[in-house]
């Protein structure tokens, strides 16, 4: 498989770092830990900041100066791992995948330098505050009509279905240029590609999302190609612009593989941080009024929520040569678990981890969004996103609160939290 492929199905495994504690039960996919994965890595934490996984063939960073080391060196730590599937793809989803005309490929969060620097320029010109501020408007106007149909179905929502996930896939949806008419064919071909690379994806389920994956891939070359045709003013027009300008230094199928993998990276994990994020603050007893009388609480909350209940609460690295880290001889080719969440729950960083607190001068300093070159393109977008749902939820339903006795179902993957279901009443 080319090294440009955006998903390597590579299984090898690389033992221990000699002398490194290993641990035979740590499993993101275990019950325990997906239940509450802050408890698990506290233990971890205390007990050894570095081990090798057994179970998964990884050596795991729990501490935030290992975790920033290693993002600090991409070139020695390479991205190329991050959108592989974690567990093998059966042979029929492998083989829908197989098709000529599917072809995306690496090019931000798996690319590698001299070519990742190339195309992220482009890509992040396309995130100016421009793009922001014509995005703004939308964002606020579909808040309020989704806060509205939460209140016109009674007196509590499933705040998921009714506006976590539909938010942020329509407002990438529009940041990209797809037109509204598409929007629920979209959202049904890319939900769930997040169980096919980090879950535990049945056979069947696996050949489903296949089958989407493929039709999304199918309808994002369609689409560039309307737009090379007829450009609008939206991302995918301004990356086509660039390419026009000189084909060389941004190519026809690197435009297409970002607009195909941005869907991904901006739509569940922003709809789990919104979920997340009212599991935290409902749940704090009178916070939720004292948010409502000053909402100038909330940029400071979302860091917080961000630090506290990421929505991505791992990464993946691979060691590109023998080096050292943390003490321990890599050999090349370790694959690397770096725990964003046991890092963010840091108490060399932060005073008192365990306790959520909206006030906490240096919640900023969360490792939720990544850091240095491959460090998260969309994380403004993100928090536009979570700050105008927060806002418009405090305007309009001052009375919320959580349904009472529920208990949150998450579904057990590597990398991604957030409620399946989460019940709000007012
Ligand atoms: C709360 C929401 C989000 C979180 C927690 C998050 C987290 C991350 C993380 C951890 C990375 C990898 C950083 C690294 O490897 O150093 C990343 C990369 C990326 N994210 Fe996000 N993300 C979020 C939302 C978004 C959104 C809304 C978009 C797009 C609209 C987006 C687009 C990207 C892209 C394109 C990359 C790859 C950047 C590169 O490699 O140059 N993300 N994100």
């Known amino acids: ?40 890595l506290e233990r971890l934490r205390d007990q050894s900041a570095v081990f090798y996984a057994e179970k998964l063939g990884y050596l795991v960073l729990t501490r935030m100066e290992d975790v920033a080391e290693v993002f600090r060196k991409p070139d020695i730590f390479a991205a ?52 922001m501020k014509i995005l703004e408007p939308f964002i606020r106007r579909r808040c309020e009509t989704l806060v509205e149909g939460m209140l016109m179905s009674g007196d509590r929502a499933e705040f998921v279905a009714a506006l976590a996930h539909p938010l942020p896939g329509e407002t990438i949806f529009r940041f990209i240029g797809f037109p509204e008419a598409d929007d629920q064919q979209l959202k049904d071909w890319t939900t769930n590609r997040l169980a096919f690379t980090w879950g535990e994806a049945s056979d069947e389920e696996q050949i489903d999302i296949a089958h989407k994956v493929l039709a999304y891939w199918r309808y994002c070359a369609a689409f560039v190609a309307a737009r090379y045709d007829a450009p609008a003013d939206d991302f995918a027009s301004e ?72 929505p991505q609460t791992s990464w993946r ?32 960083l932060f005073d008192d981890p365990g306790t959520f607190d909206i006030h906490r001068a240096n919640a900023g300093a969360h490792i939720s969004f990544g850091r240095g070159i491959h460090f998260c393109l969309g994380n403004r977008l993100a928090i536009l996103e979570a700050t105008i749902a927060l806002q418009t939820l405090a305007e309009r339903i001052p009375a919320l609160s959580l349904v009472e006795n529920q208990t949150y179902s998450y579904f057990p993957n590597f990398t991604f939290r957030g409620p399946k279901e989460l019940w709000l009443k007012w």
Not at 6 to 14: A, E, G, N, S
Not at 271 to 300: E, Q
Not at 333 to 340: A, E, N, P
């Open 239 to 310: 990356l086509l612009a660039a390419h026009i300008a000189d084909p060389v230094d941004l190519g026809y199928n690197e435009i297409r593989s970002v607009i195909y993998g941005l869907s991904f990276a901006g739509h569940e994990i922003v709809s789990n941080l919104l979920s997340n994020g009212l599991i935290n603050l409902l749940s704090t007893p009178g916070l939720w009024a004292k948010i409502c009388r000053d909402p100038s609480l909330i940029p400071n909350a979302v860091e917080e929520i961000l630090r506290f209940n990421s």
């Open 80 to 131: 190329a791992n991050v959108q592989d599937p974690v567990l093998p793809i059966c042979d029929a989803a492998a083989e829908i995948l197989s098709v000529a005309d599917y072809d995306p490929i690496a090019v931000l969060s798996n690319r590698a330098r001299p070519d990742h620097t190339r195309i992220r320029k482009h890509a992040q010109a396309g995130f100016s505050s421009r793009r």
């Open 317 to 348: 690295r691979v060691a590109t040569r023998d080096t050292e880290l943390a003490g321990y001889q890599i050999p090349a080719g370790t694959q690397i678990f770096l725990s964003l969440g046991s890092a963010n729950h840091d108490e060399n």
């Open 1 to 40: 498989m080319a090294d440009t492929a955006y998903h390597k199905f590579d299984t090898t495994r690389v033992p221990a770092p000699k002398g490194c504690p290993v641990d035979h039960d740590f499993s993101p996919f275990s019950e325990t830990y997906v239940k509450n994965p802050y408890v698990v």
